[in-house]
C-alpha cells in the first residue's frame, strides 16, 4: 500500500525559504514520479511542480518557476518542494501525490495521480 506523508509546512514571514518533504512507503520509490500541488484558501487545487523517478527530470507550474525547486533523494525515499522568496500568496495547503507513468518525464496534470498525502499548511505573512 503506497503511502505518502508531507512535512516542514509552518508559519513563515515573506521573503522567507521554506522545504517540504514528502515521505513515501508501501512501494519501490524510484519507480514512481511525484507531483506537488497547493490548494491556496477559496481557490482550486493547483500544480506546483513535479519530478520523475529515476532520471530526476523535473517540470515547474509558471507560478513555480524562479522561486520554487522540486528535488528527491531516492534512497531516503523523499521528494523536497524548496520555496524560496515566498509570498503571502503562496499560502495554502501543500500536497504530495505519486504515480507511476512509464515514461521519462513526469506530468503535472493532478488527475493523472492517483496517490496524495493529506497536505501540509504553508502560511506566509506579510
Known amino acids: 500500500q503506497l503511502r505518502l506523508m508531507e512535512s516542514g509546512g509552518t508559519l513563515v514571514q515573506a521573503g522567507g525559504s521554506l522545504r517540504l518533504s514528502c515521505v513515501v512507503s508501501g512501494v519501490t520509490f524510484k519507480n514512481y514520479a511525484i507531483g506537488w500541488f497547493r490548494q491556496a484558501p477559496g481557490k482550486k487545487r493547483e500544480a506546483i511542480g513535479c519530478i520523475n523517478g529515476e532520471d530526476g527530470s523535473t517540470d515547474l507550474s509558471d507560478a513555480a518557476k524562479g522561486r520554487f525547486t522540486v528535488s528527491r533523494e531516492n534512497a531516503k525515499r523523499t521528494a523536497y518542494l524548496q520555496m524560496d522568496s515566498l509570498k503571502p500568496e503562496d499560502t495554502g495547503v501543500y500536497f504530495c501525490?505519486?504515480?507511476?507513468?512509464?515514461?521519462?518525464?513526469?506530468?503535472?496534470?493532478?488527475?493523472?495521480?492517483?496517490?496524495w498525502g493529506q497536505g501540509t499548511q504553508v502560511t506566509v505573512s506579510p
Open positions: 501525490a505519486a504515480d507511476r507513468f512509464g515514461v521519462n518525464y513526469c506530468k503535472l496534470q493532478q488527475n493523472e495521480y492517483q496517490f
